[in-house]
């Protein structure tokens, strides 16, 4: 009988070698590679390449596209190869290992009832399982048959980087044991043998001792079981049964802890910081007397593209997004890496029509959802960035994608799509947050087989509707109160050609209250009927609880793209008040149910028509924020006009169709303080430039924190609009400020181009 280890499996060389592609990729490796990882492979200033070490993943894909991409955060470079290269030297580097692939002759049906009896609970494979040891799914392609077998046998001969065994004595005499994840000189993290997560600083630890030695205890196995689960582990995993999922003791993000995440200011639980939309934080201790004094504590490098995230923190762990749908947990502390998740990007999706930015997560239990550029959703486990479950929202090949963070709700996760300039039609979906599996659909403009909304198809002339766009684009927001969803709309298509779409084309350029256990629409309000602007309408649907005309109201604030501030009442769309809050020069006013005034001469012609503000708007996307104390709403603003253009084109779906564009002119920006209850500024900060994507930040101390399209992160008096602070990023901000605290100290965050910044006060 023999005795073995079944833990920390260590991702090796594993697919099938090409032998035709090993000697050009020999060539190429000597040439491009050699100089880091020595001529024979065996390392120098980069890692040996022969023990099968593949820390930042193992199958083909991953080794291909880090020869390509690069691998963020450390030395290794993208390489200025094709696809066909990269894969020669693969094929070279894959004959490194020696012996031949060995057919796998095991029961793999055995196999997997051993796996569960004895290794799911360190191990995951096909998104159940444990925590402490690596995520199994794919070493099919990371090991041969043979390397699995000395794996499984010696497991303590080649342990995991990020699942070593660690042993901390802390300086108050208590004693961890569990896998390093990570370590520096001045910190450690680690995870003990319970699952829990220890975000560790050397200054408080005694001692830290590393025993070349496995964490699980000998299990004894049968002759013949090895191969088994050599078997088992070779086959794909099946479709998984998720219906039971038990969030870990914890780490687990309630539905009613995000109802209530206000209350928990060291934490940023959603996007928006609360599901209101709000964007604000309780936090106090950065004030206008002291904030001269914030400084740099730490930064995090995504390694290159446009960063458009915000970050979401839990409980001292703080989960980011890069553009790529890439991903990492830090230490909010010390920004210190605790996982990295890479999903590979197909090839082919620039070729559709694809937005390629993310800006951020969903958390709810101990899950995080992340929706990906090719419109997929997937779900990873927070502690350590494993895969649960994965599901096709739609196909990106008819020009769909995702680009923004999804709402989590009570048990459901909330996502919509990119559509107004691909001939798509938008929707929202609504997802089991356990399973995956789609629960319901609207549709931002009906189908032709809803008779339900047979009155918004006919606001569409002919066949108009069939390609109308509407694009889901932003993440929403709730009200837990009234228990309704609230998401918006953007523009119909084409965009600048109306002529060949007749009618206030419902339900584009609007709000939508859905019911989230149906998804059926309880009202709507349209800004903009028949947009000929592109003026998308998905800018934050703000909820606050404020008095108008002398009573006490529930509104849905928001400063539209159209160039209009609007206050609804948010149980009904009754509209409230609308006034301009930049320039516009399009519409005569608001009529008395909120629609607007058009005035002539206004639409886009061949020739071209000049109009405020521009196709990007007044405001966009960008976060606004809202303090409850004084009831002041904060916005950045652009003061931008433009000359329209239409011109017809043919629709093909999944294909540019905007019908012509803009030429604007050079303007301004500004952060501005608008009071909700007269629609009136308050005061105006000007900036240089205005910015689509840079938004604002209120904190309890009384400081508003902006970023800026010239890259600085500038505060301000929130009361008085006064310049307090700036720093200057060094590249254009395109998201949003927030902020945590973990020990009772507060931090500001905001990510750059490519760099993720973090302040503190000394």
């Given at each position: 009988?023999?005795?073995v280890?079944?833990v920390?499996?260590?991702a090796?060389?594993?697919?099938?070698q090409?032998?035709?592609?090993?000697?050009?990729?020999?060539?190429?490796?000597?040439?491009m590679?050699?100089?880091c990882?020595?001529?024979n492979?065996?390392?120098?200033r980069?890692?040996?390449?022969t023990?099968?070490?593949?820390r930042?993943?193992?199958?083909?894909?991953?080794?291909?596209?880090?020869?390509?991409k690069?691998?963020?955060g450390?030395?290794?470079?993208?390489?200025p190869?094709?696809?066909?290269?990269?894969?020669?030297?693969?094929?070279?580097?894959r004959?490194?290992?020696?012996?031949?692939?060995?057919?796998?002759?095991?029961?793999?049906?055995?196999?997997?009832?051993?796996?569960?009896?004895?290794?799911?609970?360190c191990h995951m494979?096909?998104g159940?399982?444990g925590?402490?040891?690596?995520?199994l799914?794919?070493?099919?392609?990371?090991?041969k048959?043979?390397?699995?077998?000395?794996?499984?046998?010696?497991?303590?001969e080649?342990?995991?980087?990020?699942?070593?065994?660690?042993?901390?004595?802390?300086?108050?005499g208590?004693l961890?044991?569990?896998?390093?994840?990570?370590?520096?000189?001045?910190?450690i993290?680690l995870?003990?043998?319970a699952e829990?997560?220890?975000?560790?600083?050397?200054?408080?630890?005694?001692?830290?001792r590393?025993?070349k030695?496995?964490?699980?205890?000998?299990?004894?196995?049968?002759p013949?079981?090895?191969?088994?689960?050599i078997?088992?582990l070779?086959r794909?995993?099946?479709?998984?049964?998720?219906?039971e999922w038990?969030?870990?003791?914890?780490?687990n993000?309630?539905?009613?802890?995000?109802?209530?995440?206000?209350?928990?200011?060291?934490?940023?639980?959603?996007y928006w910081?609360?599901y209101?939309?709000?964007?604000?934080?309780?936090?106090a201790?950065i004030?206008?007397?002291?904030?001269?004094?914030l400084?740099?504590?730490?930064?995090y490098?995504?390694?290159?593209?446009?960063?458009?995230?915000?970050?979401?923190?839990?409980d001292?762990l703080?989960f980011?997004?890069?553009?790529?749908?890439?991903?990492?947990?830090l230490?909010?502390r010390?920004?210190r890496?605790?996982?990295?998740y890479?999903?590979k990007?197909?090839e082919?999706v620039?070729?559709?029509?694809?937005?390629?930015?993310?800006r951020?997560?969903?958390?709810l239990?101990?899950?995080?959802y992340?929706?990906?550029?090719?419109?997929?959703?997937?779900?990873?486990?927070?502690?350590t960035?494993?895969k649960i479950?994965?599901?096709?929202?739609?196909?990106?090949?008819?020009?769909?994608?995702?680009t923004?963070a999804?709402?989590a709700?009570?048990?459901?996760?909330?996502?919509?799509v990119?559509?107004?300039?691909?001939g798509?039609?938008?929707?929202?979906?609504?997802?089991?947050?356990?399973?995956?599996?789609?629960?319901?659909?609207?549709?931002?403009?009906?189908?032709?087989d809803?008779?339900?909304?047979?009155?918004?198809?006919a606001?569409w002339s002919?066949?108009?509707?069939?390609?109308?766009?509407?694009?889901?684009?932003?993440?929403?927001?709730?009200d837990?109160e009234?228990?309704t969803?609230f998401?918006t709309?953007?523009n119909?298509?084409?965009?600048?050609?109306?002529?060949?779409?007749?009618?206030d084309?419902?339900y584009?350029?609007?709000?939508?209250?859905?019911?989230?256990?149906?998804?059926?629409?309880k009202w709507?309000?349209?800004f903009?009927p028949?947009?000929t602007?592109?003026?998308?309408?998905n800018?934050t649907?703000?909820?606050?609880?404020?008095?108008v005309?002398g009573?006490p109201?529930?509104l849905?604030?928001q400063?539209?793209?159209n160039?209009?501030?609007?206050?609804?009442?948010?149980t009904?769309?009754?509209?409230?008040l609308?006034?301009?809050?930049?320039?516009?020069?399009w519409?005569k006013?608001?009529?008395?149910?909120?629609?607007?005034?058009?005035?002539?001469?206004?639409?886009?012609t061949?020739e071209?028509?000049?109009?405020c503000?521009?196709?990007a708007?007044?405001?966009n996307w960008?976060?606004?924020?809202?303090?409850?104390?004084?009831g002041?709403?904060?916005?950045?603003?652009?003061e931008v006009?433009?000359f329209?253009?239409?011109?017809?084109?043919?629709?093909?779906?999944?294909?540019?169709?905007t019908?012509?564009g803009?030429?604007e002119?050079p303007?301004a920006?500004?952060i501005?303080?608008i009071?909700p209850?007269t629609g009136?500024?308050?005061w105006?900060?000007p900036l240089h430039?205005?910015?689509?994507?840079?938004?604002?930040?209120?904190?309890?101390?009384?400081?508003l924190?902006?970023?800026?399209g010239?890259?600085?992160?500038i505060a301000?008096?929130?009361?008085a609009?006064?310049?307090?602070?700036?720093y200057?990023?060094g590249?254009?901000i395109?998201?949003?400020p927030i902020a945590?605290?973990?020990?009772g100290?507060?931090?500001v965050?905001?990510a750059?181009d490519?760099?993720?910044?973090?302040?503190?006060?000394?």
């Amino acid at each position: 009988m023999k005795r073995v280890v079944l833990v920390c499996l260590f991702a090796s060389t594993g697919l099938a070698q090409h032998s035709e592609a090993v000697a050009p990729g020999r060539a190429l490796f000597q040439k491009m590679c050699s100089g880091c990882h020595g001529a024979n492979a065996k390392g120098g200033r980069g890692s040996d390449l022969t023990t099968g070490n593949w820390r930042w993943g193992g199958s083909d894909d991953d080794i291909t596209r880090n020869i390509l991409k690069g691998i963020p955060g450390t030395q290794m470079p993208a390489f200025p190869m094709s696809e066909s290269e990269a894969r020669s030297v693969l094929a070279f580097l894959r004959t490194l290992s020696g012996a031949a692939e060995e057919a796998a002759a095991g029961d793999a049906g055995a196999g997997g009832k051993l796996f569960a009896a004895h290794c799911a609970r360190c191990h995951m494979f096909g998104g159940k399982g444990g925590r402490l040891g690596p995520d199994l799914s794919a070493i099919r392609e990371e090991k041969k048959t043979a390397e699995l077998r000395r794996a499984i046998t010696h497991p303590s001969e080649s342990l995991r980087p990020g699942f070593e065994t660690v042993e901390v004595k802390r300086r108050d005499g208590s004693l961890l044991r569990g896998a390093r994840r990570n370590e520096d000189t001045f910190s450690i993290q680690l995870m003990d043998e319970a699952e829990k997560l220890h975000l560790l600083l050397k200054k408080d630890v005694a001692e830290a001792r590393s025993p070349k030695q496995s964490l699980m205890p000998e299990i004894p196995l049968q002759p013949g079981q090895v191969d088994d689960l050599i078997a088992f582990l070779k086959r794909e995993p099946a479709a998984r049964d998720f219906t039971e999922w038990k969030p870990a003791a914890d780490f687990n993000v309630t539905f009613a802890r995000l109802k209530n995440a206000a209350q928990e200011p060291r934490n940023w639980l959603t996007y928006w910081g609360d599901y209101r939309g709000t964007h604000s934080s309780r936090l106090a201790s950065i004030t206008p007397a002291n904030v001269a004094s914030l400084r740099g504590v730490w930064a995090y490098q995504f390694g290159g593209g446009h960063n458009e995230t915000m970050p979401l923190v839990v409980d001292g762990l703080m989960f980011v997004t890069g553009p790529l749908n890439d991903a990492a947990a830090l230490d909010a502390r010390t920004g210190r890496t605790m996982w990295r998740y890479r999903r590979k990007v197909p090839e082919d999706v620039h070729s559709y029509c694809t937005v390629m930015t993310n800006r951020g997560f969903g958390v709810l239990g101990d899950r995080l959802y992340l929706a990906t550029l090719d419109t997929h959703l997937v779900a990873l486990d927070a502690k350590t960035g494993n895969k649960i479950w994965e599901t096709a929202v739609d196909d990106y090949h008819k020009g769909y994608s995702i680009t923004h963070a999804p709402l989590a709700l009570d048990g459901k996760i909330i996502v919509g799509v990119t559509a107004g300039e691909c001939g798509n039609n938008g929707f929202v979906d609504a997802y089991d947050a356990a399973t995956g599996k789609r629960l319901w659909r609207f549709w931002a403009i009906p189908r032709k087989d809803d008779p339900e909304h047979a009155r918004a198809r006919a606001t569409w002339s002919g066949n108009s509707a069939d390609s109308g766009g509407g694009p889901t684009w932003m993440t929403g927001t709730y009200d837990a109160e009234t228990d309704t969803l609230f998401w918006t709309t953007g523009n119909p298509s084409p965009d600048y050609d109306g002529a060949v779409r007749l009618g206030d084309n419902l339900y584009t350029c609007s709000v939508l209250a859905l019911d989230p256990a149906t998804g059926k629409l309880k009202w709507y309000f349209q800004f903009t009927p028949h947009d000929t602007h592109d003026w998308d309408a998905n800018e934050t649907p703000v909820l606050i609880d404020a008095e108008v005309r002398g009573r006490p109201r529930k509104l849905l604030i928001q400063a539209n793209r159209n160039g209009f501030f609007y206050v609804l009442d948010r149980t009904n769309g009754e509209f409230l008040l609308g006034k301009p809050f930049v320039k516009q020069t399009w519409a005569k006013g608001l009529d008395d149910k909120g629609r607007p005034i058009v005035l002539p001469n206004t639409d886009p012609t061949p020739e071209g028509n000049y109009a405020c503000p521009d196709a990007a708007g007044g405001a966009n996307w960008a976060a606004s924020s809202y303090d409850p104390k004084t009831g002041l709403y904060f916005v950045s603003v652009r003061e931008v006009c433009a000359f329209y253009t239409s011109k017809f084109k043919e629709v093909v779906p999944g294909q540019p169709y905007t019908g012509s564009g803009q030429r604007e002119e050079p303007g301004a920006g500004a952060i501005r303080a608008i009071d909700p209850a007269t629609g009136q500024a308050r005061w105006s900060f000007p900036l240089h430039v205005g910015n689509v994507a840079a938004g604002v930040l209120h904190t309890a101390g009384g400081v508003l924190f902006a970023g800026s399209g010239g890259g600085y992160l500038i505060a301000l008096d929130a009361r008085a609009g006064k310049g307090l602070w700036r720093y200057q990023t060094g590249a254009e901000i395109r998201n949003s400020p927030i902020a945590y605290s973990v020990d009772g100290k507060q931090y500001v965050a905001v990510a750059g181009d490519s760099t993720l910044f973090v302040f503190a006060l000394p």
